[in-house]
């Protein structure tokens, strides 16, 4: 058990001051009201009636009452304002499954990107204990952010992302423009498969490419030399494609390319608008073999306020007890 705010008890002094000077000011202005006023013979007579005197005991005994409940609830106050708390060093199991997505950003995708980035969102929340990568290229690629297993960080960067979509401010294709041509799929997917750390683990390692493979330029990578690297790293390789409709049949070579690479190197092939598309790469990554492992250690801080609150609620109905007997 510690103490996080050791000195709240100081501050409370204030307000605590405060109020005993009021308190001190009435009483010495009833004694000076007291003093100016009057005197009535004979009335100790009256005073030293049995039901004065009970009167008078029971009168005391709920000002006391009512003055025990409210130190309760003032010392509750100062209690739960210094946060107790106990310390818990835990170590989570994660799984050894390194998921890293792949995003074309090139001009070609430009209408298709806040829906990808749903994709991608909704892809996330179907993991557990994975760690999972973004990764964007035009001409060049960049890591938008690195593998991580936290989800919340996860889906804050395609918040992000999405709210930055038609924005003269937007900054998640940044880095991407740098050399000639664009939408440079080869390159992408070799730096891609490359982005995997703890290559001496036995780990499971997945690449999510979407790309209308539409290249324009010359890459340093074809799309085959990338997805034999990938396949010699161990990393399989899942493709969705936006440009594969009907609507676009100009682009069925560049879609059978792209498939063909997919599959040689153990993943799957999707259209962007094929509803099983994420149901079907999510079953086949997690059913790939994931022994657990130990994440980092981790301080976890628990507030203990159990007795606090239980005295709180003593307080507030001996509180309102004694006023109700008072008033009466």
């Known amino acids: 058990m510690e103490v996080i705010f050791w000195w709240m008890p100081l501050l409370w002094l204030v307000p605590i001051a405060a109020v005993a000077f009021w308190v001190l000011r009435r009483r010495r202005a009833a004694k000076a009201v007291s003093a100016n006023s ?3 013979a004979n009335s100790q007579r009256l005073t030293e009636l049995p039901g004065y005197t009970r009167a008078l005991r029971r009168y005391q005994a709920l000002l006391a009452g009512i003055a025990t409940s409210i130190l309760i609830l003032v010392l509750v106050a100062v209690g739960l304002t210094m946060r107790f ?3 818990e060093v835990t170590q989570p ?3 050894n499954r390194d998921i890293v997505l792949c995003l074309d950003v090139s001009g ?4 298709y990107d806040s829906e990808i980035v749903d994709v991608f969102s909704d892809l996330a929340d179907e993991f557990e204990g994975e760690r999972i990568s973004l990764v964007v290229f035009n001409a060049s690629a960049v890591t938008y952010f690195p593998l991580t297993s936290d989800y919340e960080y996860i889906q804050k960067q395609f918040a992000e992302i999405k709210e930055s ?4 401010e937007a900054t998640y294709y940044r880095g991407t423009l740098i050399g000639d041509g664009s939408s440079l799929v080869g390159d992408g997917l070799a730096t891609c498969a490359v982005r995997f750390d703890a290559t001496d683990e036995p780990r499971s390692r997945s690449v999510i490419l979407v790309t209308d493979n539409l290249i324009a330029g010359k890459p340093i990578f074809t799309l085959e030399e990338a ?3 990938a396949t010699e790293r161990d990393v399989r390789v899942y493709g969705i494609n936006p440009g594969d409709t009907t609507a676009k049949s100009y682009l069925d070579e560049l879609a059978t390319e792209f498939k063909t ?5 153990g993943g799957s092939y999707y259209p962007l608008d094929d509803p099983n598309g994420i149901p079907s790469i999510v079953d086949q990554i997690t059913a790939e073999q994931a022994a657990l492992m130990k994440g980092p250690v981790q301080l976890v801080r628990h507030d203990e306020p159990g007795l606090l609150v239980v005295l709180a609620f003593i307080g507030v109905a001996g509180l309102l007890a004694f006023a109700w007997r008072l008033k009466r």
């Open 165 to 168: 979509f038609g924005s003269d």
């Open 261 to 265: 690479v997919i599959e040689a190197t």
């Open 227 to 229: 997805g034999a690297l």
């Open 93 to 95: 199991d994660l799984k």
């Open 38 to 40: 009057l005197p009535v």
């Open 85 to 87: 708390a106990s310390l």
């Open 108 to 111: 070609s995708m430009v209408d």
